[in-house]
């Protein structure tokens, strides 16, 4: 899979960050095996795809590894560490990320309803 690829992808969950007002990283460089993304203190993170996911399992791979590095950087900040935050059940739980019938979606880990597609959650 190729820089662009993953690139694409993760303007998709950039879209998501910036909808729900969470700390957004600088992408400063790109690694052999993928992007690196900084947050404001400094730290950074790596984001790698695999060379046999499909566009829906690379949207959600990326997905994942976002939240993992935005639940980070949202601590480091002070700030509630739970991001995106399920509309459903606020400030109780993070929505998941997964593949339904082909599609990279976020889930309400509670009920297991389908919340949005990645790249598709709504401005708070």
Known sequence: MGDEELAE?????????RAHRAVLPEVREHTEHGLMLY???GSGQGVVGWPDDTPAERLARVADQVQDWAVEALWGEGAPAVWPHCPAHPGTHPLTVGVVR???????????ATVAPVGALEDL
């Open 9 to 17: 992808a993760l303007a998709v969950v950039m879209r998501d960050l």
């Open 39 to 41: 947050a404001p203190d």
């Open 102 to 112: 082909g599609e990279a979606v976020w889930t309400c880990p509670r009920s297991g």
